[in-house]
């Protein structure tokens, strides 16, 4: 009974860091429109830049009239295998 609490509380604890998300495509030639709406739906204005890398833009803008920051970071995705061992007594 103790090593099956156990192995639950072990499947829970290595199964809870992912989170469960859907992935929306968008069209190649909308990426710029679609990033301009998400700008948009969070009210992002008046804003100043500074390119920290060449991977990484920073903003400082106005939403509803208090300075906010933004950072804007391009990341190589990093594909991560699951595995999960399976044992099997005789």
Do not use: A
């Amino acid at each position: 009974m103790l090593s099956i609490l156990i192995e639950l509380i072990l499947l829970v604890l290595v199964s809870s860091d992912s989170i469960s998300r859907i992935w929306m495509r968008i069209p190649p030639d909308y990426v710029d429109s679609r990033v301009s709406l998400f700008l948009n739906e969070n009210r992002i204005i008046n804003c100043f830049e500074f390119k920290e890398t060449e991977t990484n833009l920073l903003l400082k803008c106005w939403r509803d009239n208090k300075l906010t920051d933004i950072s804007i970071e391009i990341n190589p995705s990093k594909h991560q295998k699951r595995y999960f061992g399976i044992s099997v007594s005789i």
